[in-house]
């Protein structure tokens, strides 16, 4: 449709954030009652996502601007609602790594502004046309992308998917319905109350947004079983997390995988390359999917004691093999590797390092072990770098650059919903176009079919 004012949209009255029982409301007393309430929340979100289907370009990204705005003006709110998710993961003892995927900070906040902006400032997918023709008996036909209608997401831990998620599903039409866990609850009361007022001061339904995190568990499962009221669940977080939605859920899944993400350093790697990718790739941000976990190093590579010694400065405790043990330089410490570091996302300062024969020994390597998700080579062999392209299955394939760019927002995508290691309908970091489906378009003049 074309961009005409906001008011070619009606949308009908839906409550606030303050006043919709889905943001705020008790748990309810009995499952019969967390069913009926986790139903309604998707009923309500099918009428919002019709209305979400009909909404122009210019009014979805000024709803996103708005949200922006908002964030900041309500930047004190969000911190304080943060520091008590922080205060009771401390008390309960929550690992450094999830600690750390839990915090919000001014320029985090920053970050999902910018996010924000940048998903305004993309095309919208809706509309699109994918393919057409004329066909001979004068029907013409188009492909075009359409809103998904409803789409669920369930994570853990991590406040800013809410905002990422949300303002993804806006834009490409959606309603969403958001499931962000107890060790988020008051980060993301903050932030659902804040998305839902704004929609409704730029004239968007409110509904096109809400949480069932009042329902806690029981209201994650009853909304892993609304087929007919959620179009598509998205499950964001640990391998227990995720096998669990997918083994439980009636709902059509995108599969989001853990990163057990893999660099070879071939033999022909330069020094400095190599160091400064690995350092950026396990050392910048260790609590996320695109960390690297596993370091493979050619045997006729000299540059295991730099890469060693770079590490170890950095904190990085080393998990490795018999040769690179017998590789590593005086005053690096490491213990002894086992199966199940090859197996490990550590997701904090940890890395397992095997010393390999040969690209073929590094590819067997990962195809052993990798989940799927990104791999990474270092090297000055362009046979080499198109052989690892062409024989790595997983969602993304870099070479010479850090795994850390496995990421909506830096591979220009404006932000995700997840990286998906599956291989039917979306495959590596989700973003607008991954919201959407297809419609076929047919139009005639009277033609019928013989």
Request: with cysteine; net charge negative; charged share 25%.
């Amino acid at each position: 449709m074309t961009d005409t004012a906001h008011e070619t949209v009606p949308v009908e009255h839906t409550p606030s954030a303050s006043e919709a029982p889905a943001a705020s409301a008790q748990p309810a007393s009995s499952p019969a009652d967390v069913e009926a309430a986790v139903n309604e929340i998707g009923d309500r979100a099918r009428r919002a996502a019709r209305h979400m289907a009909r909404a122009n370009r210019a009014w979805k990204d000024s709803a996103l601007r708005a949200i922006g705005a908002a964030l900041k003006a309500k930047e004190e709110d969000i911190l304080a609602a943060n520091e008590k998710d922080l205060e009771a993961g401390r008390a309960n003892g929550t690992s450094k790594a999830l600690l750390d995927r839990l915090a919000l900070t001014p320029q985090r906040i920053d970050g999902l502004v910018d996010a924000l902006e940048n998903l305004a400032g993309l095309p919208d997918p809706v509309g699109n046309v994918v393919r057409g023709q004329t066909l001979p008996n004068g029907l013409r036909l188009r492909q075009v992308n359409v809103p998904m209608g409803v789409v669920a997401a369930i994570y853990e831990a991590r406040p800013n998917v809410t905002v990422d998620i949300a303002g993804l599903a806006l834009k490409s039409g959606n309603a969403v319905i958001l499931r962000g866990g107890s060790a988020a609850a008051n980060t993301n009361t903050a932030l659902v109350a804040i998305l839902r007022d704004t929609l409704v001061e730029v004239g968007l339904p409110a509904d096109a947004v809400q949480s069932v995190d009042a329902y806690g568990r029981e209201g994650a499962n009853v909304l892993m079983k609304a087929r007919g009221r959620v179009d598509v669940l998205i499950p964001r977080g640990g391998r227990e997390l995720i096998q669990s939605v997918v083994l439980n859920s009636t709902v059509p899944v995108i599969e989001t995988g853990e990163g057990n993400v893999h660099i070879f350093v071939d033999e022909s790697a330069d020094e400095e390359m190599a160091v400064d990718i690995l350092l950026n790739a396990k050392t910048q941000r260790p609590s996320v999917c695109n960390t690297v976990e596993t370091l493979l190093v050619h045997r006729g590579s000299t540059v295991l004691p730099a890469l060693a010694r770079a590490l170890a400065a950095k904190g990085v405790r080393l998990h490795v093999d018999g040769r690179t043990m017998e590789g590593l330089p005086e005053g690096v410490d490491a213990t002894a590797a086992t199966d199940e570091d090859w197996a490990t996302e550590y997701m904090d300062l940890d890395l397992a390092v095997a010393t390999v024969d040969s690209l073929d020994d590094a590819i067997e390597h990962i195809r052993r072990w990798s989940t799927g998700h990104t791999e990474a080579i270092v090297t000055n062999d362009l046979r080499n770098a198109e052989r690892f392209v062409a024989e790595i299955d997983s969602a993304a394939v870099i070479v010479n650059a850090s795994t850390r760019f496995t990421d909506g927002g830096e591979l220009g995508l404006g932000a995700e919903v997840g990286i998906s290691t599956q291989k039917l309908h979306a495959r590596g970091p989700m973003g607008l176009t991954e919201l959407t489906t297809t419609k076929w378009i047919v139009q005639g003049e009277g033609q019928v079919r013989a």
